[in-house]
């Protein structure tokens, strides 16, 4: 029995509930893990999985090996690749969730950047707007809005994104153009269905303190592409990340509205789960992503 090789099985099948799953990440067939599995349990001589048709999980002495072992490995695969980034090499398996926007716009340059530099890298971008679970649906890395409450995962701040009101040169000249920010309860609005609705309350922000103005959105969305095209269509005002509209507003597609006043930063994060050791080409990628990402129009250490 190849000890290491069956650790690794157990490792990835206790992490991801599945020896299917397991067997997939390992890139080895189902029945390959399973031997391992077997295996692994007759050299300790105790039964280290409970199988059911929906689920695996540890028994109390595997969960006990599972804690000792996944660093273990985590700690030898860093030593491995610390070794080979020494001698200038900085190579392995990069798998990133990134918000759908921010990853087509800004992450994915990033990306193609690291790989320039690094062509030993290979990287998964998965770009989606919902919450992952790290650790079972197998990601290195996750950008996240507003900082996480889960434990087991580690956070760097990448810094506060900042947001504010826009519309259209069109739209406002349809409506006479926007003076008044209580007039927002009175003009159409365009906002991401991620923002609470049980009231839709605009709050606002001034150096004399917040205002909130109700307001009725003609158009909610969970996707900021559509919700840019719309306002840039002419569709209504709406609030919107800088870093996003940046180039719609160097162009004159859109114009801020109502300048003095300014909506809250979201927080951004690049998250880590805490039960892997932090391989070298996570922590190289993770420096060069916030570099570049700090450098972003809109992006700053401070809200």
Known sequence: ???TLALRAFVRTVER?????????????QPAVSKHLRNLEAHVGARLLERSARLVRPTPQGQRLYEVAQPALGAIDAALEDSRREAGVVEGRIRLHVPSCIGSKHIHPI???????HPGVSMELVLEDRVIDLVHED???????????ARNVIVRRIGFIRRFLVAAPSYLARIG???????????????????PALSDILSLQHDNGELSVCVSPILRTNNAQVLIASLCDGRGVGPVQHPLVADDLAAGRLVRVLPDFSIRSTEAFLVYPSVRYMRPVIR????????????VDGISGTA
């Open 139 to 149: 990601f290195d890395l996750a950008v996240r809005y507003g900082r996480p409450e």
């Open 1 to 3: 029995m190849d000890l």
């Open 284 to 295: 190289a990628f993770t420096d060069f992503a916030i570099a570049r990402l700090r450098a």
């Open 17 to 29: 509930g599945s020896m299917t799953a397991a067997a997939r990440d390992l890139a080895v067939s």
């Open 177 to 195: 153009g926007l003076d008044d920010p209580l007039r927002l309860s009175e003009v159409d609005v365009v906002m991401a269905s991620a923002i």
């Open 111 to 117: 990306v193609n950047d690291f790989q320039a530099a």
